[in-house]
């Protein structure tokens, strides 16, 4: 794998002309439900926002490509999306023991279809947005290892510019190396599309869908969108593609041959564009949207293990590659947390708060391993390092070592109630020097995000 600022290996010195990435994931909250409920690969899917189970309430967040089949889309009520897809009734789990054991059978994995393709039905659930933005910040963490710029537009998409990574000449394999490690680290399928700007990028992503992977080259641009429909232009939704067509605009290729001053009359600077994009003009660069909150590295385990020796120096090695990480970024740290995914996909997550911004590669090591004790006898898939709440300013530093007995770790909480003085004496084979004074001791659950 390709450290960050190198570039892909076979890939010339310079690149010619600006390289974008989009990368979409595909049917992400459908795909999140999957990982925790493997039984539901395959199966039609529903996740609704406002949505209670057993109730018709709340509309349709995201729907898996097999409940779209049956016409269930996005934002679409609830109530709609069972008249077209009836909700499958799902025994709870002492009915579905109880009748396994009469049986003298294993109990069928939750979700597991007992109709026949004649009378469909689909799996619904509702949305646990901190649950998909855990796997979002795994997703996010591969997308800022393989490129130097990225954009973060929502919990599912992002742009990269990956000009200084990689050619024209490779960056169909690069990109496809981008979608494999996201699916064999992370579980889900991503789409993407390559293109000179970040609107064809976009258009690019969208037309291969799922598991989608689209370049379009310099100078390719404009012949790649003319013959799309008029709604496929990124940027312009149902009601300006429907006067659009009113106005005989039915292609992007229409758009593009429009008179500039009659796009400009009707709309506007927007008009003017969207009539550029169109015809293949872009110039926006990629830009970030503001700091990074965290900074996080994550590794999966070949075989799952409850090994605390194998799972400790995972961790160590993870630690001291954030760490690394966020100091040459320039960022400061006032949270310490580890990540352990247990087979099939539970998420176990736990996090330390410091009295103040630090840059402390060893601490952050030690805290990590000590947080890691209580997953001690714990099988994990997967193990993470996470840095956050984190700080670009130019200020002094926590002085970890002249910390106030008692002093509290965050929020004004208590410390840990035992010695008394807030030093701790380390435990064998953790790293921690005799007497470190000023360890933080107050623990709090996180979302790690």
Request: net charge negative; glycine share 10%.
């Amino acid at each position: 794998m390709a450290e960050v600022g190198e570039r892909l290996p076979g890939a010339p010195a310079e690149s010619a002309d600006r390289i974008v990435l989009h990368v979409d994931m595909d049917c992400f909250y459908a795909a999140c439900e999957r990982l925790r409920e493997p039984a539901l690969v395959g199966e039609p899917v529903v996740v609704g926002m406002g949505y209670d189970a057993g109730e018709p309430h709340g509309a349709v967040a995201t729907a898996s490509y097999e409940a779209r089949a049956f016409g269930v889309e996005s934002a679409m009520p609830i109530s709609q999306a069972l008249e077209r897809l009836p909700r499958r009734e799902e025994p709870g789990p002492a009915e579905d023991d109880a009748s396994a054991s009469e049986a003298g059978e294993p109990a069928a994995d939750a979700g597991e279809s007992d109709t026949s393709e004649d009378d469909p039905t689909g799996v619904y659930r509702p949305v646990d947005m901190d649950f998909y933005r855990s796997v979002s910040e795994e997703v996010r963490d591969i997308l800022h290892e393989v490129a130097d710029v990225v954009r973060e537009v929502s919990i599912d998409e992002a742009y990269l510019d990956v000009t200084e990574r990689t050619d024209w000449a490779v960056v169909e394999g690069f990109a496809r190396h981008v979608k494999q490690r996201i699916a064999r680290e992370v579980g889900v399928t991503a789409s993407v599309g390559v293109a000179p700007n970040m609107s064809a990028a976009k258009v690019a992503s969208d037309r291969e869908k799922p598991d989608g992977l689209v370049v379009v080259r310099p100078g390719e641009v404009r012949a790649f969108l003319a013959d799309l429909p008029i709604d496929d232009l990124h940027g312009v939704g149902p009601v300006t593609a429907g006067e659009l067509r009113e106005a005989g605009v039915e292609t992007v290729g229409d758009l593009a041959e429009a008179d500039a001053d009659w796009v400009a009359e009707r709309y506007g600077e927007r008009g003017r564009d969207l009539r550029r994009r169109a015809r293949g003009e872009d110039d926006r660069a990629v830009e970030p949207v503001g700091e990074p909150k965290s900074l996080s590295r994550e590794s999966s385990l070949t075989d799952p293990t409850a090994d605390p020796a194998t799972k400790g120096e995972r961790v160590g090695r993870l630690a001291a590659s954030v760490a690394d990480r966020a100091r040459r970024k320039g960022a400061l740290y006032r949270t310490i947390g580890i990540k352990l995914v247990e087979p099939p996909y539970e998420v176990h997550t736990r996090a330390r708060s410091l009295p103040g911004p630090v840059d402390d590669p060893e601490l952050v090591e030690s805290v990590a391993l000590e947080l890691l004790e209580e997953f001690e006898t714990t099988t994990a898939r997967k193990l993470g390092v996470r840095v956050s709440n984190l700080s670009f300013a130019d200020q002094a530093q926590a002085n970890l070592e002249t910390w106030e007995p008692g002093q509290a770790a965050s929020r004004g909480e208590p410390t840990e109630p035992g010695d008394g003085d807030g030093v701790r004496e380390p435990r064998a084979g953790h790293g921690w020097r005799p007497g470190r004074a000023g360890r933080p001791v107050q623990t709090t659950l996180s979302d790690f995000v």
